[in-house]
């Protein structure tokens, strides 16, 4: 939970970030009125957390943390405890605490970013008192006008902003909207690691901690979302460059991590995009009817020469519950991420051998998880293995056990389980009537998110 924040004196100090210092204005808002509608939170207890407009660095004066605020309503800063103490931490399972304080500086130093931050807190709220199910209201005012704006990020606040929107579309459901939003997080990430023509890896090294969160979070969603859209992903030579084990630089430190933001290991990341890189070859090649079955399994076989590596060094020495937690996540994204690869490699049949062991491989990778006090943790992070597992299954009790850990998710009124549910039904609905599937068409007709 975030701590309070003392207020002190107001000034006008203004100090801003490397990404704001150079470049224009970001957008404005003009959202409607019912923006601005309060809805009592039902916790009671919540700690009050003052607001501010442009936060400046603290400054440390007898252990107490010290800023220059200038208030805003009392509307936007309910929102804003809401979001900062109800919906953080299910936007981003496995981050640690720090998250806290990178993500409360960026909402009070970026319009974009804080009106994106309440919007996404009254969603949840609404949610949590039934007013959504998984879907957004067609007529919401705000929702309406925010699917109809191009955000095109110019400051971290901005990228933020839009990483928030996809949040909001995957409280939603799922689907809309979110491609256009996750494109310009992953433009505005790409282009800060671009920048100066340096090495990726010390690009990412050099970076703030809100922007090196920002950059990670862009090359999660963009790497899941290629094997939802069938393209390749826009991280694909920059993850190269920081992961493949041939050409990048070994290295431990939680800078270049995306086990303490994902909860996935590098090696595993990058095995993802290179298989949704595969599948768009393969699928480039067969429409132009050239396809070489030897250089597909080649190329297959070297991806699964990277996820069945062990020499992993982003295991820690120590274990606790949340380290566990990530390591079991990882694992369920290595078993996973082999079903993936044998799809494409050998089509969506059910029977290949190698799709068959690693879906049982999957599956008792989350009955691992299962004895965890935080079991939902690993389940709500693995929406996209259980998608890809259950489609590709025909075994009666592993349907059960996928649909099972999905609808135990149901508690909770925001995100896509009960939508992935419904898809993985229809998959089953087509096979056992003898139609042909493509599990990646149907998830890429439905436009949905897989995170």
């Not at 399994?297 to 990277?306: A, D, K």
């Not at 998880?369 to 709500?380: C, K, N, P």
Request: net charge negative.
């Amino acid at each position: 939970m975030l701590p309070a924040y003392p207020s002190t004196t107001y000034t006008t100090s203004l100090e801003q970030s490397w990404t704001q210092s150079n470049l224009p204005r970001p957008h404005t808002s003009d959202f409607s009125p019912t923006y601005h509608a309060y809805f009592p939170d039902e916790d009671d207890n919540n700690i009050v957390i003052p607001s501010g407009y442009l936060l400046p660095q603290p400054v440390n004066y007898s252990n107490a943390i010290h800023h220059n605020w200038v208030n805003l309503n009392m509307q936007q800063n309910a929102s804003l405890q809401h979001y900062m103490q109800h919906v953080l931490r299910i936007q981003y399972l496995h981050a640690d605490g720090s998250i806290d304080n990178l993500i409360w500086k960026l909402i009070h130093s970026s319009d974009s970013a804080r009106e994106a931050a309440c919007l996404l807190a009254d969603l949840h709220r609404k949610s949590t008192q039934g007013a959504i199910g998984f879907s957004a209201p067609a007529d919401h005012d705000v929702y309406t006008r925010i699917q109809g704006s191009a955000v095109i990020p110019v400051t971290e606040g901005d990228a933020l902003a839009s990483l928030c929107m996809v949040s909001y579309f995957l409280f939603s459901g799922g689907q809309g909207q979110w491609q256009a939003f996750l494109d310009s997080a992953c433009e505005f990430s790409i282009k800060v690691l671009q920048r100066n023509h340096v090495a990726p890896d010390w690009a990412l090294r050099s970076c703030s901690e809100s922007m090196r969160f920002i950059i990670k979070t862009s090359m999660w969603f963009d790497v899941l979302a290629s094997a939802t859209l069938i393209r390749r992903p826009k991280f694909l030579e920059l993850l190269r460059a920081l992961y493949d084990p041939d050409i990048a630089v070994h290295d431990a430190r939680q800078e270049l991590s995306m086990m303490v933001v994902m909860g996935c290991e590098n090696r595993i990341v990058l095995a993802l995009a290179e298989i949704a890189d595969l599948a768009c070859w393969k699928d480039e090649c067969r429409r132009a009817g050239k396809l070489s079955v030897p250089e597909l399994v080649r190329r297959g076989q070297r991806i699964e020469t990277i996820l069945k590596s062990t020499n992993d060094p982003e295991h820690p020495s120590y274990d606790t519950e949340k380290t566990r937690r990530r390591r079991l996540t990882s694992d369920v994204f290595r078993a996973s991420a082999l079903v993936y690869l044998h799809s494409v490699i050998s089509g969506d049949h059910p029977q290949c051998p190698e799709i068959m062991t690693n879906i049982a491989e999957t599956v008792e990778c989350l009955r691992r998880a299962e004895d965890l006090s935080t079991a939902r943790h690993v389940v709500r992070s693995v929406v996209f293995s259980i998608c890809i597992c259950g489609c590709l299954t025909d075994v009666p009790h592993y349907r059960n056990y996928f649909l099972r850990r999905l609808q135990e998710q149901q508690t909770e009124t925001v995100g896509n389980c009960t939508r992935v549910a419904q898809l993985m039904r229809e998959v089953w609905s087509s096979r056992e009537r003898g139609e042909p599937v493509d599990w990646r068409v149907v998830m890429q007709q439905s436009q949905m998110l897989l995170v």
